[in-house]
């Protein structure tokens, strides 16, 4: 019999991980998993009374491939109020959440052989994307504190570069891009002509600093860039699957169109539900960021008192990048290696920094009730303390 031939593809690491996790979960054990990458708190109520209206409606059919009007435009309200970005409805597509955004974002910006580049440590989905479409990753490693200057992008940059990748606030740092820096990056991607897409889907958890939206500091760099934004952080609404894309009329036709020939429109009843969760719910998105600057204040003061690690307090997202200094030389080889260990010994879920291209370090999600976080920590300060015993 002839061999079948196909593609393959690496799994996200975090969903691998977060598979493991509830294995283990339905064995009986008690895991404490603070690899999420989605908010615990359960959809505001107004946004789910809107699909149980959509639902009653009768919306449960193809909606436009763009989305459905009223929610473009409550979109481009909302880029224009908060960010500062005018776009006209038809400069925008909502999508199956903002992964789907990206996706086509790099299909239509990159053909085979281009580079693509983005800072490490970096969410590892967009790597896997990038390579996808035929592009090439090229990375810009970074330091900590994980602040990605123009001059580090500068450096990187050949005639193949055609598309820089922004993530700010970031996976899995929380750092966020500071303006200066980014009227330079915008200076360099126009010299350049570079197309950027920024990931913004945590832009309303900034605890410190400032967020901007690259293509808001002026008209040149707006012309080459894709914003990309979602549902599912800001709202607690991973599950609904909504995010959007803003650009250029052009390059938004084109993803448009290939999102045509996909998976057409995003559910219908999901796109009623983020067109009320932009209608009304300021106050539960306020609760939530003081739920989680809370969180992050607590998990900052009790990761300061162990002296095994070291990190930068994030200054959004939900995460916090830890790295593992004296820890790993002992026992442990790999972060990898470390945090298996963690799981299997503590029942804690983290997840290693190899998932990021960032050996040696550990992301802690924060996205977990204080109970939760505490009895996490506590595992991790007696996994920590009996390793140094050995
Ligand atoms: N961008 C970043 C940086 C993320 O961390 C994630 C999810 O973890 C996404 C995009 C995808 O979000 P969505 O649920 O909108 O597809």
């Excluded at 693509?116 to 970074?142: H, M």
């Excluded at 993803?255 to 067109?275: D, E, G, H, V, Y």
Aim: net charge positive; hydrophobic share 40%.
């Amino acid at each position: 019999m002839s061999k079948l031939i196909y593609r393959s593809f690496s799994v996200s690491p975090t969903l691998a991980l977060d598979t493991k996790v509830k294995e283990l979960q339905a064995q009986g054990l008690e895991v404490i998993n603070l690899s999420l990458g989605e908010p615990d708190f359960a959809t505001p109520d107004k946004i789910k009374l809107a699909a149980i209206k959509a639902i009653k409606n009768g919306y449960t059919h193809y909606t436009p491939t763009a989305g459905i009007k009223q929610l473009r435009e409550a979109i481009a309200r909302k880029l224009a109020k908060e960010n500062h970005l005018n776009y006209r409805p038809s400069e925008i597509v909502v999508c199956v959440g903002s992964k789907q955004a990206l996706f086509h974002a790099f299909f239509v910006l990159s053909r085979p052989g281009d580079e693509v580049l983005l800072a490490t440590p970096t969410w590892n989905t967009y790597v896997e994307q990038i390579k996808i479409v035929g592009a090439k990753p090229v990375f810009i490693p970074l330091k900590p504190p994980f602040k990605l200057k123009a001059a580090q992008v500068a450096k990187k940059i050949s005639s193949k570069t055609k598309v820089l990748l922004l993530n700010s606030p970031a996976n899995p740092t929380g750092a966020v891009i500071d303006r200066s820096e980014l009227k330079k990056i915008a200076q360099l991607a126009v010299r350049n002509n570079l197309s950027v897409i920024s990931d913004e889907i945590y832009e309303k958890l900034v605890y410190s600093g400032q967020f901007f939206s690259i293509a808001s500091l002026n008209e040149k760099i707006k012309q080459r860039t894709v914003t990309i934004n979602g549902f599912s952080k800001s709202f607690a609404m991973t599950g609904w699957r909504v995010g959007f894309a803003a650009g250029p009329t052009k390059i938004i036709e084109a993803m448009i169109a290939l999102q045509s020939q996909t998976t057409s429109n995003t559910s219908s009843i999901s796109q009623w539900a983020a067109l009320s969760a932009l209608d009304n719910n300021d106050q539960s998105v306020e609760k939530m960021k003081t739920e989680f600057k809370k969180r992050k204040d607590f998990v900052i003061a009790e990761l300061s008192k162990i002296k095994e690690i070291s990190f930068s307090p994030p200054e959004g997202a939900f995460y916090v990048f830890v790295h593992l200094e004296k820890d790993l030389k002992k026992d442990y080889p790999s972060s990898e290696k470390w945090c298996q260990e963690l799981l299997a010994k503590k029942k804690v879920a983290v997840v290693p920094g190899e998932a990021f291209f960032c050996p040696g370090f550990f992301r802690l999600s924060f996205a977990s009730s204080l109970k939760v976080l505490n009895e996490g920590l506590s595992r991790l300060k007696d996994f920590l303390s009996e390793n140094l015993k050995h």
